[in-house]
């Protein structure tokens, strides 16, 4: 890392410095620089939030109804609460659907029961009522979502019964998600509340013979930007059947039978390793750690998919395909790399792509200097293997834990525990390795950043591309530095896969490269220019 | 919603605590912290750094699952002490959510509190109740313009020539086309909020955690000195009016007029301007009026064809009808889905004279909306981005006005009032128009009367609503 490199200690000090005792304390511990000589790097994550520094998490209803449910094309999501939560929520993830044929697809919609002072006051459970059944009277989906916002828990409306009674009534499914704003300390909560449900309540709820080969499911990959589109066209053309995606482009009604499927792929495993893992214990589907991100990364996936199915006819048609795409991306994609060469990002997005991203930009010669999740858990830093020492909250407590136990019915054991063993040798099956072993020495990790330290941190490190989402690019481009957003890619992508990689290349080119830079210098690069030169001379 | 629908489908309005925060944000060096989840504080943040394409730093008090059972103080004590410590703000604006409206957290009585257990020296706290139940982003917006002048406003020392301008919802270059005004008449003015430059900082070297410019805090303590308010906004509830304060509490004589989007709605700013200035309208408005009226005139024949629908923002549905009632666009579907008592009627009065009666929506949401925009053969949609899932389903133009838009840039750079920002819009309307015209017009004319001429036109077949339709899309005869 360039001239950067000693004073890192130096410049967490910084950055640290501003805060007022207690608030510097408790930051302190989600900050670590990577060292590879240090027997421990720990770092503190999944814990509240400070009040008033400016966070950029949400809330675990922006987890349960707009990235976990949100994709789901074939439901209604009713959101009960006052009209902002439905609101913000409308289509803002960039996810994208495309309906089956004869398919529905709201994906374009989002509905609420658009609280009033007096539901507060008196209870909404009867105008929610009403608000289902006109939604199956308009739109007669098959299933409807019910998702709650602060007040709901509050004031006691009991979603869950309402949900019962309206599925008993009008034969659909109908499924209820406590996912009040205040619960757990980020979207995280949400996330966990979202997919509990769906694993009680959805998954495995129909059986349906499936005439394929190599059936697996996609989890956590929610399809912003048309990454799924361009997973599930590599997947297709080596032969792979998806039963289900959770959730991007994915249905409800694919998820009820998502049981049938003979492996699991996590891509995010944030926001759904514990989906993963109860998959294994009630129906014997292991689960394999992915990364489509990248085009080494996609590689390296599809071979240890290959070598799961233990195929030989299944391996030769994946390093076919890898071939054919590889000849297409290649000789570009090494162009951009000596463009890109000695350029450094700072990477603040999500539960694993400040992960998947590092080895994005490596491969086009980029390296990262500080990265870091909004609603990681320590296991996502450090590993799985720090699991069983992570210690639980308050706030943890308050998310109900589900158990599962073996499905007698539909349990079916798809490889040995030998076979298991040795392939977990060769591949993170069952397994994920966290994003701080793949860092660089010198580098940063910081958790729950804020606009604090992303300020005092770019001024330090001077990246070249700073990635996050839309609440600090503006701050970035106030600050002169190319912003790339990886939570909604600003209306670009998909990002994923073999093509993507190259039209991520491309977007960092567009940006980077862009004469309007020339207008403007960051105040570290010339410091007698201030205003940068007008009237367009040169 | 009406009282028979119990489902929002596709809101056509905001929470209140987004206008809150719009509000806040013209105030010079201020921060806002909202009390509540901070899902709130994300999601606003996230909407309105799409529109106005700026840093949009909302702090929050993060109140967590034992916040809700204990109650949120501590979480919000401390949210004032980090917000102090890392942006020295000059005024904090401190507004609700719905969780805390729901646990009835005392916001006034916890900031009463902090205020006299900490030396704040010159830090103005302003609290504003706005539950995400109580209204829209317009009540929102207007109650905490209220609350900041019951606030801060002190009692008058003496009087000045002053003039206070409560500005509506309108876009950072809407205010600089204000104050050009104001100047014009030469007229010292406190205008409230002033997001000239906070929504829309110009690029400099040095990045300020807090955007410059805004309204100033001392100005903002003189407003009841003023000769007289004028509030943009025609319906704004007394309850909610900063004006309706200042004239109650202070005497100062209230003008209120709507948005100066139109001539007949410029025209009243600018001979109230006059009045209240005693000053001649300087000419360059008179040539900027001028001006606006050659474009009506060059521009009627193709306005005489739009048929209109508009929603969003009351205000500017209000204002923006009656810049298409003067120019012969047919203002067929106006609506809002904010419960404003004043809409319908206010409405039916601009469109009572037309031949066709216009359908106004108070209260509603997009499936409403969209089900009467195919009824109606609508050709023209006028109203912030929200509308354009229709525009994707149904093929509708969407002319993008108000706030939000999300899908498209220089919302903030919009100018839409005076006669210059008119003429701007109505060309806008003009020239949609008229791709909608030049995409299909020579099939139009080729299937309406090429080849029924030559199958000898039956003179029963030009029905009433064949008539109709060729007169949609050949107008210019």
């Known amino acids: ?538 | 919603m009406s009282e028979l629908k119990k489902l929002n489908v596709n809101p056509c309005k905001m929470c209140m605590p987004i206008g809150a925060a719009i509000a806040f944000k013209g105030i010079e060096n201020s921060m806002l912290l909202m009390h509540g989840s901070q899902g709130c504080s994300t999601y606003m943040r996230r909407h309105m750094s799409t529109h106005y394409e700026e840093p949009i730093d909302i702090a929050s008090s993060s109140i967590d699952e034992q916040g809700t059972v204990y109650g949120g103080e501590d979480n919000l004590k401390q949210g004032l002490k980090n917000l102090i410590e890392l942006y020295s703000p000059g005024v904090i604006g401190i507004v609700t959510t719905c969780l805390a409206e729901t646990i009835g957290e005392d916001i006034r009585r916890i900031v009463a509190d902090f205020k006299q257990n900490n030396e704040l020296g010159s830090l103005a706290l302003v609290t504003v109740s706005t539950p995400g139940y109580g209204g829209s982003q317009f009540e929102g917006y207007y109650l905490s313009l209220r609350r900041i002048v019951e606030q801060l406003v002190e009692e008058p020392a003496h009087k000045t020539k002053k003039i206070n301008l409560i500005a509506p919802n309108i876009s950072p270059a809407e205010i600089r086309e204000l104050k050009r005004i104001l100047e014009l008449f030469k007229l010292d003015y406190t205008i409230l909020p002033d997001i000239a430059q906070t929504l829309a900082a110009p690029y400099t070297a040095d990045y300020s955690k807090i955007p410059a410019g805004g309204t100033r805090l001392r100005s903002i303590k003189k407003m009841g000195e003023a000769a007289a308010t004028i509030e943009l906004g025609a319906l704004v509830d007394s309850s909610l009016s900063a004006a309706a304060y200042l004239e109650d509490k202070f005497a100062v004589p209230v003008y209120r007029l709507p948005l100066p989007i139109g001539l007949k709605n410029s025209d009243l700013l600018i001979n109230i301007l006059a009045e209240i200035s005693g000053r001649e309208i300087p000419a360059v408005l008179k040539e900027e009026r001028g001006r606006l009226i050659d474009t009506m005139i060059d521009s009627h024949k193709y306005n005489g064809q739009g048929r209109a629908a508009l929603f969003g923002d009351p205000e500017i549905v209000y204002a923006v009808s009656s810049l298409c009632q003067e120019n012969g666009v047919k203002t067929i579907l106006m609506a809002t889905g904010s419960n404003i008592a004043t809409f319908n009627n206010k409405l039916r009065e601009i469109t009572a004279a037309n031949r066709e009666q216009s359908l106004i929506l108070n209260d509603t949401d997009f499936e409403e909306i969209r089900n009467y925009i195919s009824e109606y053969k609508i050709n023209l949609m006028l109203g912030n981005s929200d509308g354009a899932f229709i525009e994707e389903k149904d093929g509708i133009p969407l002319l993008r006005i108000g706030f939000p838009i999300h899908d498209r840039v220089g919302a903030a750079r919009q100018q839409n009032i005076g006669y210059q920002g008119t003429n701007t819009l109505l060309d806008r309307i003009t020239n949609q128009l008229l791709a909608l015209k030049h995409d299909n017009f020579r099939e139009n004319l080729y299937q309406k009367y090429y080849q029924p001429l030559s199958k000898s036109i039956a003179a029963e077949s030009f029905t009433e609503q064949s008539f109709q339709t060729a007169e949609l899309s050949v107008g210019d005869q």
């Open chain 1, 1 to 538: 890392m360039k001239d950067s490199k000693a004073g890192i200690e130096e410049i967490l000090d910084d950055v640290l410095q501003s805060y007022p005792a207690k608030s510097m304390k408790n930051r302190k511990e989600h900050i670590l620089v990577k060292d590879r000589n240090k027997s421990e790097l720990k770092i503190k994550a999944n814990t509240r939030t400070i009040p008033g520094i400016i966070t950029n998490r949400g809330c675990a209803y922006a987890g349960c109804r707009g990235v976990v449910l949100g994709p789901l094309k074939d439901v209604v999501q009713i959101v009960h609460g006052p009209i902002g939560c439905s609101y913000y929520a409308w289509g803002m993830r960039r996810h994208q659907g495309l309906a089956a044929e004869g398919g529905k697809n709201f994906i374009n919609y989002t509905f609420s029961t658009d609280m009033q002072d007096s539901d507060v006051v008196f209870g909404g459970e009867r105008k929610l009522k009403e608000a289902i059944k006109e939604a199956v009277e308009i739109f007669n989906p098959s299933t409807i979502m019910i998702t709650a916002t602060c007040p709901v828990g509050l004031i006691g409306d009991d979603i869950n019964s309402i949900a019962k009674q309206a599925e008993e009534e009008y034969g659909i499914t109908v499924m209820a998600f406590n996912c009040e704003g205040y619960k757990g300390v980020s979207q995280s909560a949400g996330h966990h509340i979202a997919n509990n449900e769906i694993m009680d309540n959805l998954v495995g709820i129909k059986d349906k013979e499936l005439d394929y080969k190599y059936p697996i499911n996609l989890m956590g990959e929610y399809n912003i930007g048309g990454d799924a589109f361009e997973i599930e066209r590599i997947l297709h053309k080596i032969g792979y059947d998806v039963v289900a995606s959770f959730s991007g482009n994915g249905t409800a009604d694919q998820i009820k039978y998502s049981h049938e499927a003979d492996l699991n792929l996590v891509q995010c495993h944030r926001s759904i390793n514990y989906i993963a893992e109860m998959f294994e214990e009630k129906y014997g589907i292991p689960w394999l750690k992915v990364n489509f991100l990248g085009v080494d990364a996609t590689i390296e996936s599809l071979r240890n998919m290959a070598e799961y199915f233990a195929d030989p006819e299944l391996q030769e048609r994946t390093e076919k395909v890898i071939a054919e795409e590889l000849a297409q991306i290649e000789a570009p994609l090494n162009r951009y790399k000596e463009l890109f060469t000695g350029k450094t990002a700072f990477l603040f997005v999500g539960g694993s792509r400040a992960h998947h991203y590092q080895n994005v930009f490596k491969r086009i010669g980029i390296e990262t200097v500080v990265a870091g999740y909004e609603f990681g858990h320590r296991d996502d830093y450090e590993g799985r293997e720090v699991i069983p020492d992570i210690e639980m909250t308050a706030d943890d407590r308050n998310i109900p834990e589900l158990e599962v136990t073996k499905d007698d019915k539909k349990y079916r054991l798809r490889i040995s525990q030998a076979k298991k063993e040795e392939l977990q040798q060769k591949m993170p099956l069952d397994y994920y390795g966290g994003m701080i072993k793949e860092m660089e020495d010198g580098s940063v990790a910081i958790d729950d950043l804020n606009h604090h330290e992303q300020i005092k941190l770019t001024e330090a490190l001077k990246p070249d591309i700073y990635c996050s989402g839309i609440k600090d690019k503006y701050t970035s481009h106030k600050m002169g530095i190319f912003s790339k957003q990886l939570h909604s890619y600003d209306y670009s992508g998909p990002y994923a896969g073999f093509k993507g990689h190259l039209q991520f290349a491309e977007d960092i080119a567009a940006g980077i490269l862009n004469p309007s830079w020339s207008y403007i210098t960051p105040p570290w690069k010339e410091k007698t220019t201030l205003e940068g030169s007008f009237g367009g001379g040169e």
